[in-house]
């Protein structure tokens, strides 16, 4: 479901279905790979999947579909993937014609009749205060597993403080993955209250591939039976975002 922003604007998804011959699929998937690096990297990006089937006559069927929420503009992301193109001097209508390659390219809105009412969404950006990486349990110093205990502040829609307890795995200065878990108190949309959400991800060179959830009745005050999905994000320099789609049980 293409997520909305703060104010209801709606998201949108990107579906590309492509025929190739076997001889051409490997030359193609790559192509999308590369071009998948640079929309993982768009503001707004939530997820993408890179689907393959057999075709019934010789060949492949390749289906791709990225998903960006309501903070992303499609003519951003569609300069950013010609600004790459432009760089690797790629013609991607050049590649279609040498390999012969059926290509059918739409961009997708939410049909906004079949959104639930129920549904809300609120954000906000958030501080986290100084914290020290310490060695997971007894381990030696030099482990490249770690945990710590990160105090945040949210100002926006979501307004309060968590205490998140989180173990991360540090591969090299810029390529992280951790999983946290922050006990929230606060207010939502001016509903006073607390509960807990879980997230994680992956930090890959400064791209960062999150989840995150509401812990199923953890909601408690005028927040008590909140369930969704948390998206969390890092906007270079210095911004934290934190998204919320709830409903309430």
């Given at each position: ?28 998937l790559r192509r999308i790979q590369e071009t998948h690096e640079v ?33 992303a503009r499609p003519e951003t992301v569609r300069d950013a993937v ?99 878990t922050d006990i929230f108190d606060g207010a939502v949309a001016g ?59």
């Amino acid at each position: 479901m293409a997520q909305t922003n703060a104010t209801g604007s709606p998201g949108f998804v990107r579906v590309d279905r492509f025929n190739v011959s076997a001889a051409g699929r490997d030359e193609l998937l790559r192509r999308i790979q590369e071009t998948h690096e640079v929309l993982r990297a768009q503001r707004g990006y939530v997820r993408d999947y890179v689907l393959e089937r057999a075709n019934p006559s010789d060949g492949v069927g390749l289906m791709t579909i990225v998903e960006w929420d309501g903070t992303a503009r499609p003519e951003t992301v569609r300069d950013a993937v010609r600004e790459m193109h432009r760089r690797a001097n790629f013609d991607p209508n050049e590649m279609y014609a040498r390999l012969r390659v059926e290509a059918d390219i739409e961009t997708y809105h939410e049909t906004r009749s079949l959104v639930s009412p129920s549904a809300a969404s609120a954000s906000g950006t958030y501080e986290n205060d100084p914290a020290d990486e310490l060695p997971f349990d007894d381990a030696p110093d030099t482990t490249l597993l770690k945990r710590a205990t990160v105090r945040r502040r949210y100002t926006g829609d979501i307004a309060g403080s968590s205490t998140a307890h989180v173990m991360m795995y540090r591969s090299t200065a810029d390529r992280v993955g951790y999983v946290a878990t922050d006990i929230f108190d606060g207010a939502v949309a001016g509903r006073k209250g607390g509960f807990v959400f879980q997230h994680g991800g992956s930090i890959d060179r400064g791209v960062l591939r999150p989840f995150g959830y509401v812990v199923p009745g953890s909601g408690s005050g005028e927040l008590a039976g909140i369930m969704g999905d948390i998206e969390i994000a890092f906007v270079p320099p210095a911004t934290h975002t934190i998204a919320l789609t709830y409903r309430f049980e």
